[in-house]
């Protein structure tokens, strides 16, 4: 069980980072409406991962211990990374559309 959800994490954290890298991608590329439907792609795929995190927490505090492995830790890892990757796409986002405006100014 607890493998299965690790991997779960894990898949929805990979899916969940190559949308917001291609987010990134089609905002350079001046595709912003795109861009966003990356974002929101990849928005729905970490929202996944995180509430498989969140059974594994609601098992751990209604008594069923969740012994803590190395898979678990990796899982979690990939699901914290993502988020940094989301506040890093959400910023390329907006100053490829700041350069757009002004450049079209």
Do not use: W
Request: hydrophobic share 40%; aromatic share 6%; with cysteine.
């Amino acid at each position: 069980m607890l493998e299965l959800a690790c991997f779960q994490i894990i898949s929805e954290a990979g899916i969940a980072k190559s949308s917001y890298i291609q987010a990134i991608k089609e905002a350079k590329n001046g595709e912003f409406e795109k861009a966003k439907a990356c974002i929101k792609e990849g928005e729905a795929a970490f929202v996944e991962g995180h509430n498989v995190h969140g059974k594994l927490i609601q098992q751990e505090t209604g008594g069923e211990q969740v012994i803590p492995d190395l898979l678990l830790i990796h899982a979690e890892d990939q699901l914290m990374s993502v988020e940094t990757c989301k506040i890093l796409a959400d910023e390329l986002i907006e100053t490829y559309e700041r350069i757009a405006f002004l450049e079209n100014k």
